[in-house]
């Protein structure tokens, strides 16, 4: 004989249908505001070339060509339908450089978050449900990393371990984790107090099923939105790496590097520096747009 379900079933299907509802909130909220929407198509062709660059560049990021050095982009007089945005010193097409450079700048940036989450999350985690001495201490060392200069600290760490890709991945990652760890500690402290937690724990659930199953999931609107302004963050600190020399060693440019190869030649090549600027602001004012935008449609006291 089946065993009906006590629950009342019009409850049952008003349970089943809130995490629906909530995602379609935020899904109107979110497509409500332009800018939102600017961004993240911004970010989308951004992301697609990024991806499809061997496809999508006209030409080999590494070609030299010593006939087309220094050829402006196509509007300017001397322009050539070959090189939509010119040429640098030795002839290499900078259009194709900087779709190179964008895979480049976002690998870095996505995977020096995804280092400083893992470990911040854990951390502030272990703070803010375990508490006491162990949170005196993790705390303590979150404002020690705090007080020294980001950049300086990664500066530091690249030039003892040398330039390359694995290098700046890790070395941001992990002078980024702060952040996470305080916010996500403040929100544990929060929510061991509230009755869900409470029934748990009475019921005999586990501390690590309770952090898990429960307090985790609680806290990833503000994660998502940290990860996102974070990847900005990433993606200019390293681009001031790549400026400074101490970059990702590759063969591959980057938008940074691009920077600091033009700069000697702004009188007479005015693109070579202007152009992958001009993409380093484009993609970080992108996935800002779309940070801000997301964290007021994850934040249910926005209207």
């Given at each position: 004989m089946a065993i009906r379900s006590l629950a009342p079933p019009d409850l049952t299907v008003a349970a089943a249908?809130?995490?629906?509802?909530?995602?379609?909130?935020?899904?109107?909220?979110?497509?409500r505001n332009p800018a939102g929407i600017a961004g993240a198509l911004a970010l989308l062709v951004i992301v697609g070339a990024a991806v499809a660059a061997p496809y999508v560049?006209?030409?080999?990021?590494?070609r030299q060509s010593l006939i087309r050095r220094f050829t402006p982009p196509i509007w300017a007089k001397g322009g050539h339908p070959a090189h939509l945005l010119g040429t640098d010193q030795v002839g290499r097409d900078t259009l194709s450089r900087m779709i190179h450079g964008a895979r480049l700048s976002l690998i870095v940036g996505v995977s020096a978050v995804v280092?400083?989450?893992?470990?911040?999350?854990?951390?502030?985690?272990?703070?803010?449900?375990?508490?006491?001495?162990?949170?005196?201490?993790?705390?303590?060392?979150v404002d020690v990393t705090l007080s020294f200069p980001q950049l300086l600290l990664a500066l530091a760490f690249v030039a003892a371990l040398g330039p390359s890709m694995v290098t700046i991945i890790v070395v941001l990652g992990l002078t980024g984790w702060e952040r996470y760890t305080r916010v996500v500690r403040a929100e544990v402290l929060a929510l061991r107090e509230k009755d869900f937690v409470e029934a748990a724990r009475a019921m005999g659930v586990t501390s690590t099923r309770i952090v898990m199953r429960h307090v985790l999931p609680n806290t990833f609107s503000s994660i998502i939105v940290m990860s996102t302004l974070q990847v900005a963050q990433a993606i200019l600190q390293e681009a001031a790496l790549s400026f400074l020399g101490v970059g990702s060693g590759s063969a591959y440019p980057t938008w940074?590097?691009?920077?600091?190869?033009?700069?000697?030649?702004?009188?007479?090549?005015?693109w070579l520096p202007t152009f992958p600027g001009l993409a380093i602001l484009v993609t970080?004012?992108?996935?800002?747009?779309?940070?801000?935008?997301?964290?007021?449609?994850?934040?249910?006291?926005?209207?």
């Open positions: 249908r809130e995490p629906v509802a909530e995602r379609s909130r935020i899904w109107r909220k979110f497509v560049a006209p030409h080999e990021p590494a280092v400083s989450l893992v470990v911040g999350v854990t951390l502030g985690l272990l703070s803010g449900y375990i508490g006491g001495r162990l949170d005196v201490v993790l705390m303590t060392i940074g590097q691009m920077i600091a190869l033009g700069r000697d030649f702004v009188s007479v090549a005015w970080v004012l992108a996935i800002n747009l779309v940070g801000d935008r997301l964290r007021d449609a994850l934040d249910p006291r926005v209207t």
